[in-house]
C-alpha cells in the first residue's frame, strides 16, 4: 500500500509530466501530518521551479479610496455594516497616489494596485481621475499597474485596458459552496462576472481568496479547483487578520503549518499560476514566511494592506535572498 510520503511524490511528479491532480487527491495532500509537511512543500516547490523559475514577483498596493462600503462582507474592516474604527475617505489626491507607486517601485514592486472600497465605480469623476493616475503612474513611473475597483462595465474595462492596465484583481475569497456564509449583498456569480468582462475586454485577472473564514478544507480546495476552471493566472493567497468588529473577529485561526499545507496544495492545483502570500502572512505565518516561498509560491504583497500595515519590505528583500532567489523584473 503506497505511503502519504509516496503519494506525495507520485503526484508531484505527475503534475511536472503535465499532468493533473483531482479534488480528492488535492484532500489528501492539505491533510499532510504535521511531521510530512516539509515533504509536501519541498515537492511543491519542486513544481514551481519546474513551471515558474526561481524569480519572485512583488507587488504592492494602495487603500485609494477607504471604508463605507455598503456590502457586508464578515471579514472586513472597511463594510459600512460593522464599526470597526477604519479610516473613511473618498479618492486620495493623484500626486499622493503617485507617490505610493514611487515608492512601491523603490522597494522592488513590479506592480502597483489602485484598490477602491465599494461596490463598484459609480462616481464618474473618479473613474476619470482614477484613468488619468493609471496613465501617469505608466508614463513617469514605469511599474505594472493594476486595479481593484469592485463591479465594473464593460466599457469600464474598455477604458481601462486602453490607459494601461494589466490586470484587474477580483478575489473570489472562498469557494462556491461557503460563499453565502461571508457575504449576503452580492454572490460569486458578481464575482464571476467582474472576471468574465475583464477576460473579455482583453485583460488578465488577478483573483484569490482568503484562509480563515471558517472554511472547511475541502472547500480551500474547491477554491482552487474554482480558480484552475476560471484559467486564473495570478492568484494572491491571504490569512485572515480578524478585525475588531467585524463577524469574524473571533475565528479561530489556522495553525502555520495549515496553511503552508493549503499553500502547496494550491501549487499542485494550479502549477503554472503566479501565487503570492499577501495579507495576514506577518501574524499568522509568524518565524514560518520564508516556508511559503521555499514551499511552492513565487509571489509576495510588500509594503502593507488595505487596513493592516505590513512588515519593512527590506526584510523581505533580504528574506528572498537568503533562499537564493531573485525578483522579478519590470515588463515595461
Not at 464578515?74 to 515608492?103: M, N
Not at 474598455?158 to 452580492?186: D, Q, V, W
Request: glycine share 8%; net charge neutral; aromatic share 6%.
Amino acid at each position: 500500500m503506497e505511503s502519504a510520503c509516496q503519494e506525495i511524490i507520485r503526484l508531484a511528479e505527475k503534475v511536472m509530466d503535465g499532468g493533473q491532480i483531482t479534488p480528492e487527491e488535492a484532500g489528501r495532500l492539505i491533510r499532510t501530518k504535521d511531521e510530512d509537511t516539509m515533504l509536501l512543500l519541498a515537492m511543491a516547490d519542486k513544481i514551481r521551479q519546474k513551471f515558474g523559475g526561481s524569480s519572485v514577483d512583488f507587488c504592492a498596493i494602495i487603500n485609494a479610496r477607504s471604508g463605507h462600503c455598503q456590502e457586508d462582507c464578515k471579514f472586513c474592516a472597511q463594510s459600512g455594516w460593522y464599526r470597526t474604527g477604519a479610516k473613511v475617505y473618498r479618492l486620495l489626491p493623484e500626486e499622493q497616489i503617485i507617490e505610493a507607486a514611487k515608492k512601491a517601485k523603490a522597494v522592488g514592486a513590479v506592480r502597483f494596485s489602485i484598490v477602491t472600497s465599494g461596490r463598484n465605480q459609480d462616481n464618474p469623476n473618479e473613474f476619470e481621475e482614477i484613468i488619468a493616475i493609471v496613465k501617469r503612474i505608466r508614463k513617469e513611473v514605469g511599474i505594472e499597474v493594476c486595479c481593484s475597483l469592485g463591479l465594473i462595465s464593460s466599457e469600464q474595462a474598455l477604458r481601462l485596458k486602453e490607459a494601461g492596465i494589466t490586470r484587474i484583481h477580483c478575489n473570489i475569497e472562498t469557494s462556491p459552496s461557503y460563499f453565502p456564509e461571508i457575504c449576503t449583498t452580492h454572490t460569486m456569480e458578481d464575482k464571476e462576472d467582474i472576471i468574465s468582462t475583464a477576460q473579455k475586454a482583453g485583460i488578465r485577472v488577478c483573483s484569490g481568496g482568503i484562509i480563515g473564514l471558517g472554511e472547511s478544507l475541502d472547500q480551500r480546495v474547491e477554491m482552487a479547483f474554482k480558480l484552475k476552471e476560471m484559467h486564473i493566472d495570478s492568484v494572491p493567497l491571504n490569512i485572515l487578520n480578524p478585525v475588531k468588529g467585524t463577524p469574524f473577529y473571533d475565528n479561530k485561526r489556522p495553525s502555520a503549518l495549515e496553511i503552508l499545507r493549503t499553500f502547496a496544495m494550491f501549487r499542485f492545483v494550479l502549477p503554472k499560476a503566479l501565487i503570492r502570500t499577501a495579507g495576514g502572512r506577518e501574524v499568522n505565518l509568524r518565524s514560518l514566511q520564508a516556508h511559503a516561498l521555499s514551499g511552492g509560491l513565487n509571489g509576495i504583497m510588500v509594503g502593507g494592506y488595505l487596513t493592516t500595515g505590513g512588515r519593512d519590505p527590506k526584510e523581505d528583500l533580504v528574506m528572498t535572498a537568503d533562499l537564493g532567489r531573485s525578483r522579478t523584473s519590470p515588463q515595461l
